[in-house]
């Protein structure tokens, strides 16, 4: 069975500075891991994903995210938040094989403050 | 190419009523999968049609049910309506299997009163 965790639900940056949301996943299998973002009233948009290649992802908008099977952890990560970053983050985890479906995190609201 | 579309995006009913949503997936994706979103519970996955067939199903009631047409468009159905089934209806297609890079919908919004 997979699982993931985020670890927290809100995060509050200042526009200009870094970017933290953390997530743990737990998974039997080599795990496929993705970031979406949802912004108010809208759908998800894939951010980035891991699919056994590079540990180190980078997705959109200045996003990056790297896989580390020892700590069980893909934290997703900005150098410089800007404003039109606000939105609702989800961390989500596939088995990677057969045909599982997608497990989402509970997701992570980044305010961004002026 | 144009995105996933559901239709109608905002809907109310009042409980014991039935409703039915419509997703049309990305020209060419043959994998619909249907998501419930509310504050409370989160992303919640409710099924997944590939080629007409259900191939997963997630843990909700026999109230919800759902379809894939030949073009790969599907409905889904929620018949005598609860209060807690008002939540954002997210619609995903992808082009073989659910662990493929999923694109979303925009979402049905339906309340029930």
């Known amino acids: 069975a997979q699982s993931v965790t985020q670890l927290d639900s809100h995060v509050s940056v200042s526009e200009g500075t870094p970017v933290l949301l953390r997530c743990n996943y737990s998974s039997s299998y080599s795990p496929s891991l993705f970031w979406y973002v949802q912004h108010p009233n809208k759908g998800l948009q894939l951010l980035l994903k891991y699919t056994s290649a590079a540990t180190l992802v980078k997705g959109i908008n200045g996003f990056e995210a790297e896989f580390k099977k020892s700590e069980t952890s893909f934290h997703l990560t900005k150098p410089s938040a800007h404003m039109s970053d606000a939105a609702e983050y989800f961390c989500?985890?596939?088995?990677?094989?057969?045909?599982?479906?997608?497990?989402f995190g509970k997701g992570t609201r980044l305010s961004v403050i002026a | 190419k144009a995105g996933v579309t559901q239709t109608p995006r905002y809907l109310i009913k009042t409980r014991g009523q039935q409703v039915t949503l419509s997703c049309s997936p990305i020209?060419?994706?043959?994998?619909v999968s249907w998501y419930q979103q509310t504050p409370g519970q989160g992303l919640q996955f409710l099924f997944e049609?590939?080629?007409?067939?259900?191939?997963n199903k997630g843990n909700f009631p026999g109230r919800f049910s759902g379809r894939q047409f030949s073009n790969s468009r599907s409905e889904m159905n929620v018949s005598t309506l609860e209060l807690g089934d008002s939540a954002l209806y997210l619609c995903?297609?992808?082009?073989?299997?659910?662990?493929?890079?999923?694109?979303f919908g925009p979402g049905t919004r339906l309340t029930v009163l």
């Open positions: 049609y590939f080629s007409e067939t259900q191939r």
């Open positions: 989500v985890v596939s088995a990677g094989e057969g045909n599982t479906p997608l497990v």
């Open positions: 020209s060419g994706h043959r994998s």
């Open positions: 995903a297609s992808s082009l073989a299997t659910s662990y493929n890079e999923q694109f």
